[in-house]
């Protein structure tokens, strides 16, 4: 399998996330992607590509125009006054707070952020429409005739909705990889998120249709992040109504249990009828995670691969979460070795 890769990530290195009450450095770093990318070569997963210029049209397509636009040119006007450090929200427009866009800088990245883990950096904007580059190029792999390919995406995407950020996420990546796997013929989509937190972002984004089928095995929001969505009971809405499946796992759930809900959602994916499948490829499920709760060990991974290939779909594997540094590449590239089988 291909990897699409570009160093361009590098240029987004957040400084620190509030965690426990303190300013804490940021969980999610270059390094991250770096010990992937090491992996993907040290177990010859096959050649690694750059992804092409695709411009901003493809992000246009699944985040509000207003929110691009914002981050294009948050850094300028942060930086304008002399601040060259990061910047990351205070305040959130909650319930009975007026729904309007702010003039100010600082206003608007309140307006379109849901939590204070995810900073405004100078290198920010490149490294997100690179990610999303990476996105769309390596779904056009898959258009092209490949079984299967690995964007190897930094920062993450399954955060994102339509018009906000958090969890480390700026623009969808897996979300634009879907769309453009549609606007490219497929009919009937799966994406099917595997990271320890829901992918809010990307149900947002394809809660009223049904072309996509979106699935997600996560940490039950009863008492992890993002607290605000990922319940069993999102099914979809209008036109979406039953292409939606959320499987909250009580945080401290087993490695049966784990499977289990996967076999669920495979499932669920067959009877749909998908064409083809975008994983949004976390591995924050593993034992040793930092910030997560489930127990997956190297060799799951392995296995979650292998199960994944056996729905014999066109598939494309998004890079999302996992903050074991040391253990992410083997975590993420035994998934894609499990799938090559
Ligand atoms: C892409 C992705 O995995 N984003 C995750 C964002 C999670 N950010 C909040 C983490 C809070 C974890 N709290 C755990 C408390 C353990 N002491
Ligand atoms: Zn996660």
Request: proline share 4%.
């Amino acid at each position: 399998m291909r990897t699409v890769y570009t160093d361009d990530h590098h240029l987004h290195q957040g400084r620190a996330e509030l965690y426990n009450g303190t300013l804490t450095a940021s969980f999610e770093k270059p390094s991250r992607a770096d010990m992937v990318l090491e992996q993907v070569r040290a177990q010859t997963l096959g050649e690694v590509l750059a992804p092409k210029p695709h411009g901003l049209e493809p992000v246009l397509k699944v985040h509000d125009e207003g929110y691009v636009r914002f981050w294009e040119s948050a850094w300028q006007r942060w930086s304008a006054t002399g601040r060259d450090w990061d910047a990351l929200p205070k305040m959130w427009q909650v319930r009975r707070l007026r729904e309007r866009i702010p003039e100010h800088v600082e206003g608007q990245l309140c307006y379109y952020s849901m939590d204070a883990g995810t900073p405004l950096t100078a290198g920010t904007w490149p490294a997100i429409t690179a990610a999303a580059n990476v996105a769309v190029t390596a779904a056009d792999c898959l258009l092209a005739g490949e079984k299967s390919v690995f964007a190897l995406t930094r920062p993450p995407g399954h955060h994102a909705a339509y018009d906000y950020c958090g969890g480390y996420c700026y623009f969808n990546n897996a979300a634009i990889a879907a769309q453009r796997l549609l606007d490219g013929g497929v009919r009937k989509l799966a994406v099917l998120d595997v990271d320890y937190h829901h992918g809010n972002g990307t149900q947002d984004i394809f809660y009223r249709r049904s072309d996509v089928l979106f699935l997600s095995i996560h940490g039950d929001p009863r008492t992890e992040y993002p607290f605000f969505l990922g319940f069993a009971d999102e099914e979809g809405e209008g036109n979406g109504l039953g292409f939606n499946a959320n499987y909250p796992l009580a945080a401290g759930t087993d490695v049966a249990g784990w499977f289990a809900a996967l076999e669920a959602a495979c499932t669920r994916i067959q009877a749909y009828g998908a064409e083809a499948l975008v994983v949004s490829l976390g591995v924050d499920t593993y034992e040793g995670d930092p910030i997560s709760r489930f127990a997956l060990k190297h060799e799951d991974f392995i296995r979650l691969g292998a199960r994944l290939a056996r729905l014999g779909l066109p598939t494309q594997f998004c890079f999302e979460g996992g903050y074991a540094v040391e253990a992410i590449g083997i975590n993420a590239v035994n998934v894609l070795t499990g799938f090559e089988g």
